[in-house]
């Protein structure tokens, strides 16, 4: 057995946009309850643990389908397995398939990273072996708390620390109405445009009368919104145990860690230049993934297998790639 406790330091190239909910229009970003030294609370900005720990498994998910060859061609997998393969499965109770020790065993050894992060096959469920932390932010209010060794190194670097409300952006957006352009409503039908500019008729008269119910009945769809984010270059700690009992678990584990970290995105907002983290610094690895990202990256999955880690794990997955196949094909997750 072989206990791994690794600590993470992340910043934020992007914007993080990783809301707890919405009051009105406005998006708020996820906060925790902390006690500080003195006794107070305050909440502080952080991405769970969840979040976090979703992004080694889809990491890992895709490195196992690389090498495995499932990724170019060949048969989909059902729906079982993609729920197994992305989100844990779920139990199925007494109809389903028992699951005995062996079988469970094999399935560890067919998908190492389902026996790493846990997951529920048939009527078993089956514990994982790492403990995600959240990824907090690196504040004043954090401060007590934040690993000392990322404290000195932000010491050498002449780097001071802020409050966590300096962290928070309030960006605001609009959803725009293509109707109100004329040049659009041109693509229109004749029928169709006649019938919204009638609308916008409508709601400009009951403006010019000042009728509420008019207005609310003819409105736009155009939406202002706003909604919070860390702003980028702010830093997170992520703390991470995890424990391995065999070589391919641990190659498993430092391929998802790498997988993830090449291009690690939480949050929403994806798609419009938030959510990407990446890392700086680095305890408890073997292998620096920060300094060295050659030697340990999503690149290498995919290549020329530049660390060994990640060229066992290939070579592991690639000789039992049909039977794979097979099981995934009738798995029950």
Known sequence: MERH????????????AHAEGTIGNTQVAMRRKVRLPSGRWTKIPYVTGDTMRHGLREAGTYALLEAAGMLTGGPGLTEAALRLLFSGGMVLGAAAEVVRIEDARKMRELLPHIGLLGGCIGNRIEPGKIECGDAMLVCDEWHHLTPQWIIDMMTQDGAETSSAREHIELVQRVRMDPTL???????????????????????????????????????????????????????????????????LERDTLYVMLAAFLARARVGGKKGTGHGLLVPVAARGLERDVSSSPAQLDALAITGDNRAPEIARFRAHVAQHADELKATLEKIQA
């Open 5 to 16: 406790r690794i600590e993470i330091l992340l910043r934020a190239e992007q914007p993080i």
């Open 181 to 247: 352009d004329s040049k659009k409503r041109a693509l229109m039908s004749g029928t169709e445009q006649l019938k919204t500019e009638n609308r916008l008729l409508a709601s400009e008269v009951a403006s010019a009368r000042d009728d509420a119910a008019g207005k609310d009945r003819e409105k736009s769809t155009m939406m202002p919104f706003t909604f919070e984010t860390l702003a980028a270059g702010s830093l997170f700690v992520w703390k991470l145990d995890a424990v391995t009992h065999t070589q």
